[in-house]
């Protein structure tokens, strides 16, 4: 027969209504006392075989909860549940299992808070503390869960010696109501039925209350008949919840039988004092185990989160607040794309023996990510041989332009120092980098279940076209504007220089922009010296005021080989020294790369 089982907040507050096929049930405040929002007469009740019609009756001043929704009339089926105020009615098919078996009632359901188990004395004191020492032999050489889960269970079998099954429960959530699935589970003797949790007793212990609950059922039954064995049904179970992140609906449920010849239980019988000693123990455990898989969860995210934020960002992501850290919000940020040269050709190379070529672009996007997040940088995305990162999010800082300039002169100098090396799977490879700063959009986008950190706005837009600028102006670091405001007003030239280039309009664009070329400081770069710049930010200005021979003769007192002058000495002859009518300093791209 089917029953619906009602809970209110407090242990105490329970019952079990039978409930009989096509006959109407009135619930209301002489059933629920407790329940402050209950009217005298609330909801009608009609149970049809497999479905429970329920109906809110006119004289209901307050609402009846359903699936999340106030309703006024709906069916429930097994293991669904509505809510009047405080009080939570669930719909039972009447044939779910105590605790591994069926036909007992449950007599006594009860809460046992930390501050009571705190004076529960150990009787076996050496015992315990015995078991408890083999638990640091346990944690320490584990890996897999699976394989703790069964330690934990096979110690708490050696400590609590009353109990006849033990098990790692967890409560999930399911399309018809929580549903309990046992993680681990083993019994004190080899014979016997497989333990089945309570669902009742999970659900109170790691949802309602998060805290020990008991549940004691009442049997009559012939000790010759029915020993002392895992075979016979269980006359108690407790359920102690696992606390934190990590743990989220987890639990200890322990269970087993009283002695034959035990009196009536009540909460001042040696029985119930016993049931208190072990849940103490089970507390103890509960919260040694979950502190350990706090900290592997802890560890997993900050393994996770490495590959992508600096060691100076991660422990603002591992804290509590990460979610509110990984919000989108508008902020200013720096905006790197770093793009792989001599990939296609590569590829095309190769022909079919790809995999080779796919462990050198690893270990190129390795650099490129290494280098961002050596300076303060996140890794945003791979984009097939690209790496993107940027600066500014979820920290700020005052120099997050300088770090991200930093970065890409690591990126530029390890290439060019592997690309010589033979033996090194970047032998041959070269890479271009675009860097912008502006407003955007950065945070954490995407579902719960997969989700990643990415950024928008003009600037990323922006980066993305020089990157691809640096083919066309045969340059290793592309800037925009902003930039290289930053990078001339701030920072040394014994630690990096910048030159304008040109005045470009990109394919695509419509507003032009001034780009500069980073560069090593002279010392690092002895083809390019300070003299040599000087010169070449002359004819740049000559250049965009239409004096092309000033321009012309300026690029000439430039080292032949520095291929940064090459758009300006190619514009100038294509145009055969003279300026097109209307001249306003811009060279249109006609080509994205």
Known sequence: MAELIVEGELPEQRFEQKLAVGAPLVLGKAAIPWERWASRQHVELTFDHDRLRVKRLPAARNPVFFQG??????????????????????????????SGGSGPRLAQAYAVDAEHLHNVPFRDAPHRIDVL???????????ERSELYAQTVNLLLEGIRRADAIAIVVEVANGGGPEVRTLYADHRLTTGSEVQPSRRLVHEAVSRLKQTVVHVWSRERDAASEPYTIR???????????????????????????????????RASPEAADLDEDAKFAELVATIISSLLEVQNLQHRQSVLSHFFSPRILPVLTATEAETALK??????????????????????????????????????GVMSHCILEHSGAVADFLG?????FWGWPL?????????????????????????????????????????????????????????VTVFGPCVNLASRLEGLTKILRVPIL??????????????????????????????????????????????????????????????????????????????????DDRGKDLLMSYILQHDHNPPPGWDGVIAIERKS
């Open 69 to 98: 929704r106030e309703v006024d009339s709906f069916q429930m089926r097994a293991g669904d549940c509505f809510v009047i105020g405080t009080t939570v009615f669930t719909l039972s098919a009447g044939d779910e299992p105590s």
């Open 232 to 266: 016979g049904k269980f006359d108690w179970a407790f359920c102690t919840p696992l606390h934190g992140d990590a743990c989220q609906g987890m639990g200890i449920y322990v269970a087993g039988q009283f002695l034959p010849g035990s009196g009536a239980f009540d």
């Open 396 to 452: 700020r800082s005052e120099d997050d332009v300088q770090q991200a300039c930093l970065a890409a002169i690591g990126i530029r100098e390890t290439f060019e120092r592997l690309s010589r090396q033979a033996e090194d799977p970047l032998f041959g490879f070269m890479a271009g980098v675009g860097l912008a700063t502006g407003h955007a959009v950065a945070g954490q986008i995407g579902s719960q279940d997969q989700a990643k």
């Open 385 to 389: 041989d690209c790496a993107m990162g």
């Open 133 to 143: 020492g083999h638990l640091s032999n346990v944690i320490s050489g584990v890996t």
């Open 328 to 365: 989108p919000r508008e902020t200013d940020i720096t905006v790197m794309f770093c793009d792989l040269r001599g990939f296609s050709s590569k590829v095309e190379a190769a022909g079919e023996t790809l995999m080779p070529i796919l462990s050198r672009v690893s270990r190129a996007l």
């Open 479 to 560: 800037l925009d504007e902003a930039t290289a405001k930053v990078v001339n007003e701030q920072m040394p030239r014994s630690v990096m220089r910048c030159r304008r280039l040109a005045l470009v309009k990109p394919k695509g664009l419509n507003t032009p922009v001034m780009v500069s070329e980073l560069l090593l400081p002279a010392e690092r770069d002895p083809q390019l010296s300070d003299e040599h710049l000087k010169h070449y930010d002359a004819a740049l200005t000559s250049f965009l005021e239409g004096n092309w021979k000033a321009a012309y003769a300026g690029l000439h007192m430039v080292p032949a």
